[in-house]
């Protein structure tokens, strides 16, 4: 016997897990493949050409980008993507209301999230399905599940940093809610593409074919369909090579990339996946600047902060990719100290007297600290966990705020 999917809660608005970062990519190789493009799969958008037809001609970044955090920031739930621990005992997740609980569960290989409610011999359940997982692990995981052509979070959610099941962030402790549509600007900074089935309300109706999961290149170097014919034709390339690189565009236009995910939710314009790299993301998507003297999270708007810093403030140049390859995976944060002492030296740091040289081997957790978002919490025992995540304002941070020595 089942029950509503609903146990002593009202419906929150939409809160996803994790938010995936985007940043402009660096140029494509320019070199004339011999194979033949990849055609498109049926209901991706026109001009787009996918991943697929990437891969041959630049087999090496498409080798190192499949494992970024990017590309892995949406994918199908199967044994493979979900981290999350299936085995028995691990796969419980109490609540503070000793009437409910959940359980994950495996079963002719596809994966479930089943809340009981109640206690035998009156106990019910309710179920639903794994379908797409929302996260590259790094920290944690989300998930979704299909009812129709509706897309709704599960209430379940996996952290990998303390490596248990958690309430998914926005639910509430204690309750069992199956029903938070998951709208398309949330998807917009998860997926390279989902189209929206056009109506009235609800918003979360999708094409369930077609669709692009993982950050794909063409959401940082523009539609694809005219620089594949260009390549595979015999007359020559146009001087742009029919392909957005992030790295020729103005500064702004170059943030604006980033922005798109990392500037905050904002309110969608002319509806999810219109944006285009190098186009001014003013007319697609509209952000709020936080005020001058406002608190900025350290979660979902890094651009606000970034902009925040004198090194921004006091360079022409400096963008996302001044730090971040984004075809590559994410180095350690002390690799990044090479980038700093491009322009500072250790001796100015006023610790120098005290640390000396050692100084350089890790200038970001000092200046660039970790810390917890307000913003993305969660509970697991009936205790409150944080997301901790790095803080993009780069500056001189109280004694307090630094990591402490070995």
């Known amino acids: 016997m089942t029950v509503p999917a609903f146990h002593g809660a009202r419906c929150h608005a939409i809160s996803l897990a994790l938010v995936v970062c985007l940043v402009a990519l660096a140029s494509l190789a320019q070199e004339r493949p011999a194979a033949k493009p990849r055609p498109a799969a049926a209901g991706v958008r026109d001009g787009y050409v996918g991943d697929g037809s990437c891969a041959p001609c630049h087999e090496t970044i498409a080798g190192t980008y499949e494992h970024t955090a990017h590309h892995r920031t949406s994918q199908l739930a199967d044994k493979g993507s979900i981290l999350g621990d299936f085995s028995e005992g691990a796969n419980i997740l ?4 000793r009437d409910l609980f959940f359980k994950m569960e495996a079963k002719g290989g596809s994966f479930y999230q089943t809340a009981f409610f109640f206690q035998p011999p009156d106990q ?18 989300t998930y979704l599940y299909w009812k129709g052509d509706r897309l709704f979070e599960l209430p379940v959610s996996y952290w990998t940093t303390i490596r248990s099941w958690v309430n998914s962030p926005g639910y509430t402790d204690g309750t069992a809610d199956f029903k938070r549509p998951v709208p398309p600007r949330c998807l917009e900074c998860h997926a390279g593409y989902l189209q929206s089935l056009p109506g009235p309300a609800p918003k979360n109706r999708y094409n369930k074919t077609g669709f692009a999961l993982g950050i794909s290149c063409e959401r940082c ?12 034709s015999q007359a020559p390339p146009s ?37 285009s790299a190098g186009e001014p993301l003013a007319d697609f998507i509209k952000l709020h600047p936080p005020d001058p003297d406002a608190k900025v999270d350290v979660h979902g708007n890094q651009v606000a902060l970034l902009a925040r810093s004198r090194c921004y403030q006091s360079s022409q140049n400096m963008t996302c990719t001044t730090c971040h390859d984004l075809h590559a995976p994410e180095r350690a944060a002390s690799a990044y100290s090479v980038k700093c002492l491009a322009c500072h030296k250790p001796e100015n740091c006023g610790l120098f007297p005290a640390a000396g040289a050692s100084l350089a081997g890790n ?16 509970t697991v025992d009936g205790q409150e ?9 780069i500056k001189v941070y109280p004694q307090s705020s630094r990591p402490t020595p070995d």
Request: hydrophobic content about 30%; some cysteine; charged content about 20%.
């Open 94 to 97: 109490k609540t503070r209301d």
């Open 124 to 141: 019910m359940k309710t179920s639903e399905r794994f379908a797409l997982v929302i996260g590259s692990g790094g920290k944690g995981q």
């Open 221 to 232: 170097h523009g539609p694809g369909s005219q620089h594949v014919l260009e390549q595979h």
């Open 239 to 275: 001087p742009s090579h029919a392909i957005i690189n992030p790295a020729a565009l103005p500064r702004e236009r170059q943030i604006e990339v980033c922005a798109q995910c990392h500037g905050g939710i904002g309110e969608g314009i002319t509806g999810a996946f219109t944006y």
């Open 363 to 378: 200038c970001v957790d000092c200046h660039m600290p970790v810390q917890e978002s307000d913003l993305i919490t969660s």
């Open 385 to 393: 966990i944080k997301d901790r995540v790095r803080n993009h304002w």
